[in-house]
């Protein structure tokens, strides 16, 4: 997988369709804009531009990007338990 956010942007211009989109308005903008880090609230493009994501990633981060605290404890879960099925229920599962 090419690690070049301009190459990304071209495959995805090329293999993707975005829901929600309209396909001409990326061909006339130049293709997606590829986001490479985030922070807090905010994200990064390639180039460098910030902005607010104030969707949260659509729900899925509230508490924000970069925490790597979360990203510990996940880990941690995730070698002891990563999943169980809905009718089994995990320690941590209790304990949350």
């Not at 308005?25 to 607010?52: A, F, K, N």
């Not at 509230?62 to 338990?81: D, H």
């Amino acid at each position: 997988m090419p690690e070049n956010p301009s190459e990304l942007a071209r495959q995805d211009r090329d293999h993707h369709l975005h829901p929600f989109t309209d396909p001409q308005v990326l061909i006339d903008d130049g293709g997606p804009t590829v986001i490479v880090r985030g922070q807090g609230c905010t994200l990064w493009d390639e180039d460098g531009r910030s902005y607010l994501d104030a969707l949260a990633g659509l729900w899925c981060v509230n508490v924000g990007y970069g925490r790597a605290e979360l990203a510990k404890v996940a880990a941690e879960q995730m070698e002891r338990c990563c999943h169980v099925n809905v009718p089994e229920v995990a320690g941590s599962m209790i304990r949350a």
